[in-house]
């Protein structure tokens, strides 16, 4: 078994800030109804930058600050649901971007579980000769996606990335990680669906803005997250009051209150930003991870838990010693 950790974490996040009081003069919603429903005062909208954009902006940022050269990744993966393209892929263009010649580079779709994902796959190759060195990415441009009309889904999402570097280390990092799907509810959240036409030939069809059950994907947070959590912390032998930090993704703060409370656990070990993203699905976790790191709310050889859920409908809890 070879050991690895997180050796360096970072973000990157548009500069423009649209306010919930900037999005009640486009649509028939207030800043009252989005912070109270949801915990969300703002989020960073793309100013054009796209999904690799801001996914090669941490990847810099994450080479300067490990001090390591691009040619010594062996594996960059891009968790997405909003990639630039189908073909090339993000992690692609960010390999382009970076120089990474020798990294082999992929993009991961799971949506709002994405990151977790990536993060159990990206462990899984480090376990194969010639991979040491890997760049986890979750990069999102999900205004791309949005229907600025309309408030049950826009007032949610934001643009960002965040991600890290994994290399060899002498402890092991990983404890335990559950990885669930849900396909007989797949049309629960629905975002770029393409369709095929009957007619030939026929023009080229765009694709479909966000839909999502809103309610029903509240009930299946607040009931699958503790479920799923609780199984990698058995599988992991590890109490809940062990573990640290519970890093969710931050579609909602009222979910994470709920999911904190039928866990039995204090909301302060459940670090919140959504107030500053709002839910920016595959990299929400990752710059949460990132921000607790840098403001020293998650230190060297705490036990955390990384928690996503979304779209698949997927949940994807990840233990592992920071
Ligand atoms: N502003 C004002 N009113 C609104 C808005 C808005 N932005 N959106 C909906 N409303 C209205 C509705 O029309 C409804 O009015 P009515 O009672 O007159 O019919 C009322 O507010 C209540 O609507 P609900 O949808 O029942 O509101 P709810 O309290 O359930 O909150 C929300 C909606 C915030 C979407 C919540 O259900 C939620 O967070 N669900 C989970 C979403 C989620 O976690 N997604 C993550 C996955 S995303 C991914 O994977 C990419």
Redesign the pocket.
Known sequence: MKNWQIVETALAVPQRVVTNDQLSRLM???DE??RS??GIKRRHISQGENTSVLASRVARQLLRQSGWSADQLDLIIVAT?SPDAYTPSTAAIVQGQIGASNAACFDLSA??SGFVYALTVAAGMLQLPGYEHAMVIGSEVLSKLVDWHD??TA??FGDGAGGVLLGPSRQGTVLAQQLNTFGELSDK?VAGHTIANTAFPHPLTGLTPFA?D??G??TF?THQVPRSIRAAAEQAGVTLDQIGAFLLHQ??AR?IKQVAKRLGQPLAKFPLNIDEYG?T?AASEAILLAECAARGIIHRGDIIALAGF??GLTTATMILKY
């Open positions: 028939d919603t207030s109804w989005i429903r949801t649901m949506a709002c408030r049950s007032v949610l959240i999502m809103g309610r994907v509240y947070a579609a909602n979910i839910n699905s979304g779209g």
